[in-house]
């Protein structure tokens, strides 16, 4: 490795306090050295800003630190991420007499913002990332280098950590737990894959979390069951299933379950018996292997991982030489790879992530690490955060984010307040759910059962095809989301009252104060096999509340409603035309003109709850969130949409209905 006098110079210490190093050199100098320099070359290639008219300015290195509050309450550098290139104005002197580094630096959301008035504009940064976890720098440094896709180094460290440190995602996991129906043995070295029976039989496994695509994926059926006993052939296999059992070797396990392989595919009681079972592979499988950046089967776990353009420095620490990486940026965060990747957009995924206990996600950059306490990326040392995980931290998985529930195994909460927030983590799962694609409709609810399953071990509540009984009147407020249209599926899946029955992205409302207006709610669920949380063969829902017909106004465009309420796409009208409320039909195509229309009110808002503006509070007045019916026959009603309506429209009697 090759460095100018310059580049050799710079000292870790100087770039971990944050101090604006003035570099005795120009862009134009910058350029010159990178011809014989690895690190003035390297930030040559790092350059993303026109510099234009700013050749001879002159440039200045500093280091971009992550912060945390010592025991007197101040903010100082915890770990460095970045060197930042700047270019900036004439160097005057540097910092004045007895001032020292923390005058140059604002801490600002937990980062450090430079107030040296010579720094103009930054034009490059590299990361920082500690090669050696031995080092005197290792705890300072965030970063670390990303290794090749099939290494399980960061995996078998990732585990110890969890293991020792995290009682949540302890148990039995770590040791044996009982073991599903069929597992692929995955062999020895050399050996061919087998399907083994268990039979009741306990250890440790893995589980592979997958999505199908458009590969040819071979499936277990009762034609080759008892072959598959006998040999699995590597080569029959897709590059996502020989990348899983490859793992599953390196970190010495000796089984897996695949669905395609473990379930009869062509058996519906099979299918049926081990959907009901989801909930428990996936929660005593030791250890998930998600497929996170795989289309398809073909796409495979293990992806080209090109190494980044990186220079190595030396530098002195605590009395002895140390090394340090200077890299340009090339991973994907978390949020990229996992949350907003390929395998988070499919329905049966949903649960496979959430019921784990622990998650190795194999990105096109680096690993990823999920478990019920944390999530962590390879590149770096810290706890990553994600907006589809639970709690106020938003890193705590499912499972633990139910174990913190107030009421967790206890009784149910006199007031439905109390409650609140323990329920909406099923409505946001549900609106997270619904915006998931499936290859069969039908399997809408078996695809959530086990989070379901979940869920009802802990709330100690009824299932009613997607909602829950001692909440039904709040899980009826579901609707399309803005600017959505809801179908139905070719089949009937599930009553009109219930998400389940519509495809489409829906929102659910949940957080107003207020009382519940409807009164003996009673539904009745008539499932197709012993599954109570599986799929619905017919359903209805007895009622008393108060309904009223109504008239169907304009359609609404996007930013039209009346009361502010984003989905609404319909103006609603009382008889005279007088405007009533806004609505949001599932679906506008099936409502006809000649459709009459019934408004049923569920739940009544508080006067004093008025969060809006104050144009749009005398537009609104007291208002009620209801149920828009269509009259089928006889009391009989199927839903159409939701809408919010001012409470006069109501007389107050009410009635006993069917929607069915």
Request: aromatic letters at 10%.
């Amino acid at each position: 490795m090759t460095l100018c006098t310059l580049c050799a110079g710079v000292r870790f210490e100087d770039l971990f306090m944050g101090l604006a190093i003035s570099w005795y050199r120009t862009i134009l100098d910058l350029r010159a050295s990178a011809e014989a320099c690895e690190l003035c070359a390297l930030f040559v290639s790092a350059v993303d800003k026109p510099l234009l008219d700013r050749f001879n300015c002159p440039l200045y290195l500093a280091g971009s630190c992550k912060l945390r509050k010592n025991a007197a309450a101040d903010y100082v550098p915890h770990q460095i991420q970045w060197v930042d290139v700047y270019v900036g104005v004439p160097d005057t002197g540097g910092l004045a007499s007895g001032e020292n580094a923390s005058t140059q630096v604002a801490a600002v959301e937990g980062q450090l913002v430079y107030k040296d008035r010579r720094l103009r504009a930054k034009i490059a940064s590299l990361h920082v990332a500690c090669d050696n976890e031995s080092s005197v720098f290792a705890d300072r440094i965030y970063f670390r280098p990303i290794g090749p896709a099939d290494s399980v180094a960061s995996i078998r460290n990732w585990f110890e950590k969890c293991k020792s440190s995290h009682t949540t995602c302890g148990g039995a996991n770590f040791g044996v737990a009982a073991m599903p129906t069929r597992l692929v043995d995955v062999g020895e070295e050399g050996k061919a894959p087998r399907l083994i029976a268990t039979a009741g039989s306990v250890s440790q496994y893995l589980a592979l979390s997958h999505r199908w695509g458009g590969a040819c994926i071979i499936q277990t059926t009762r034609a080759n069951l008892e072959k598959h006993k006998q040999i699995i052939p590597l080569e029959d296999l897709c590059a996502t299933f020989r990348d899983a059992i490859a793992i599953t070797k390196k970190l010495g396990y000796q089984f897996i379950w695949i669905d395609s392989l473990c379930i009869i595919q062509d058996s519906p009681a099979d299918w049926e018996r081990e959907a009901t079972c989801m909930a428990t592979i996936y929660q005593n499988a030791t250890l998930t292997l998600a497929a996170a950046c795989a289309t398809s089967g073909d796409t495979g776990l293990f992806q080209p991982r090109n190494p980044p353009s990186a220079v190595s420095m030396s530098d002195g620490g605590q009395g002895q030489t140390t090394t340090y990486v200077l890299q340009k940026p090339h991973g994907r965060s978390f949020k990229d790879e996992v949350v907003d990747g390929p395998l988070n957009t499919r329905a049966w995924c949903l649960q496979e992530r959430h019921l784990s206990g622990r998650t190795v996600n194999f990105g096109h950059t680096q690993l990823f690490w999920e478990c019920q306490t944390t999530v962590w990326e390879e590149w770096s040392r810290a706890t990553c955060s994600a907006y589809d995980r639970f709690s106020g931290n938003l890193t705590d998985g499912f499972i633990k984010h139910l174990s913190t529930f107030p009421w967790n195994k206890g009784p149910t909460p006199a007031q439905r307040r109390d409650a609140a927030d323990e329920y909406s983590t099923w409505y946001s799962l549900v609106s997270r759910y619904s915006r998931r694609a499936m290859t069969v409709a039908d399997d809408k609810l078996p695809a959530i059962s086990g989070l379901a399953s979940v869920f009802a071990s802990y709330r100690h509540d009824t299932y009613a095809a997607g909602l829950w009984q001692r909440d039904l009147p709040i899980g009826l407020l579901w609707c399309a989301d803005r600017g959505q249209k809801l179908t139905c599926p070719a089949k009937y899946r599930a009553p009109s009252w219930s998400w389940a029955a519509r495809d489409g992205s829906i929102e659910s409302t949940y957080s107003w104060d207020g009382s519940i207006e409807i009164e003996d709610v009673a539904p009745v669920i008539e499932t197709a096999g012993s599954d109570p949380y599986g799929r619905v063969i017919s359903g209805l829902l007895g009622l008393r509340g108060a309904l009223e017909k109504i008239n169907l106004g304009r359609a609404l465009g996007q930013a039209e409603s009346d009361f502010s309420w984003p989905p609404a796409n319909v103006q609603l009208l009382d008889n005279g035309g007088k405007l009533i409320g806004n609505g949001c039909l599932d679906n506008s195509d099936e409502v006809e003109d000649s459709t009459q229309i019934f408004c049923l009110m569920i739940f009544r808002v508080e006067v004093g709850f008025r969060p809006f503006a104050l144009d749009r509070l005398q537009q609104r007045g007291d208002w009620a969130w209801c149920l828009l019916l269509k009259l089928i026959c006889d009391q009989k009603y199927t839903r159409v949409g939701l809408a919010q309506v001012h409470q006069a429209v109501f007389s107050g009697e009410k009635s006993l209905i069917t929607i069915i």
